[in-house]
């Protein structure tokens, strides 16, 4: 069978396997409501199997295991191989099965098993510490200090849609001459409250949704723009879709969102969106990139131990608070994530995926770097299937 049938078929059941989770009317929709694969643009390109039951697929995916056994290079023949265990293993859980904490880290989303380097978190607050030195917050613990930074750099409410405003127009801009050409492509800003997330990509919409119960800079707006908007979420979809119908790449790079194996790297490429485009500015901007990088990891470590050693929510409110240096709106929304059986282990994809996007990226000249782009965004990824970059 050839890789375009493989990544056809693979499309055509995956898609297939969301419309069928969100089909249950039994009240037990692991995914409330988002389904699989959340932001989806491949309905006129790919005919989804329709399917009644659980065993029927994954019998075929397991048809499509067999098909890898053909000639496929071994960057496409890694992250199929990948993609298609972890919706075997997503099949499991809507299917009833109660696979562990840990198979769904490794298995589903494809980061690594448990803490992240206590060395690598001690380094971050050292960097941390040296940062807010510098620019005079020097009283209190360094919790006090990532606080007393946070609150003097917030933006005010009514200040708020006129920051947006700018920032957007230029984050589109470097996207646009950096990425991808977006054309008249918008999303509006939504502010809600009570929400377990910073921000929320609604493609379909065309709105991304900001938690106004964070304290939020420019630097840390910045970063949620290029997350989930320009050069992230919203562009990624955008410029697959756009390899797909050109027929520079195959079908299964309409599944770049998927609650699945892919998710890891599209997370990974949010985080390094500022990067991508080039927007780090001031020493603002680098303290909130050593932030985002710090909770990353301490997230991945504290949902690992909350979660697969049996840590007490306490002790890990303390960890995500003291360690993590975290507001108390996010140290909330982690908690109540993590113990999600389906969304809790992508806490790990933030961390894993940022850092090997961030690895390949570093070693890309800038005469390859149309290339590694033309990777990244036009194809499906695992993070095994992305390291195994090389230029063109």
């Known amino acids: 069978m050839k890789l375009s049938k493989i990544s056809y078929d693979l499309t055509a059941v995956t898609i297939g396997i969301h419309l069928l989770e969100r089909q249950r009317n039994d009240g037990n929709s692991l995914l409330d409501g988002e389904g699989l694969v959340p932001i989806y643009t491949g309905k006129d390109l790919v005919t989804p199997r329709c399917y009644d039951d659980w065993d029927t697929a994954k019998q075929d995916l397991r048809q499509l295991q067999a098909a890898l056994e053909v000639n496929i290079p071994d960057d496409r023949r890694t992250f199929l191989q990948g993609m298609i265990e972890s919706l075997i293993l997503a099949v499991r859980l809507f299917s009833g099965g109660s696979p562990t904490y840990e198979q769904k880290v490794v298995g589903l989303v494809g980061a690594g098993r448990g803490h992240e380097d206590a060395g690598l978190i001690a380094g971050s607050r050292d960097r941390i510490d040296q940062l807010l030195a510098r620019m005079g917050f020097t009283r209190g613990t360094l919790a006090d200090r990532v606080r007393s930074w946070e609150e003097h750099r917030s933006i005010d409410d009514a200040k708020l849609p006129d920051v947006l405003d700018e920032l957007m127009a230029e984050a589109k801009r470097r996207t646009d001459e950096m990425i991808f050409d977006t054309g008249d492509f918008k999303m509006a800003i939504r502010p809600v409250r009570d929400v377990p997330f910073p921000a929320k990509c609604d493609f379909d919409a065309r709105r991304m949704d900001l938690n106004v119960d964070l304290l939020l800079s420019r630097s840390a707006l910045k970063h949620l723009i290029c997350h989930n908007i320009y050069p992230g979420h919203a562009t990624h979809v955008l410029y697959a879709h756009a390899e797909v ?62 979660m697969a050693e049996g840590q007490s929510a306490e002790q890990t409110v303390k960890y995500l608070r003291d360690t993590a240096l975290g507001q108390d709106a996010w140290v909330r929304g982690c908690l109540r994530t993590a113990a999600h059986p389906f969304k809790g282990p992508f806490a790990a994809s933030f961390w894993s995926g940022s850092e090997v996007v961030r690895r390949v990226r570093e070693h890309v000249s800038d005469a390859n770097r149309p290339d590694f782009i033309r990777y990244l965004y036009g194809r499906s990824h695992s993070p095994k299937s992305l390291a195994m970059y090389k230029p063109a």
């Open 245 to 306: 119908t050109s027929g520079r790449s195959t079908s299964d790079a309409l599944l770049v969102s998927a609650n699945a194996l892919t998710g890891c790297v599209q997370e990974g490429i949010g985080d390094q969106g500022i990067y991508l485009v080039e927007w780090l500015e001031d020493e603002d901007d680098l303290l909130a990139a050593e932030l985002r990088g710090l909770r990353a990891a301490c997230q991945t470590s504290a949902t690992w131990a909350y």
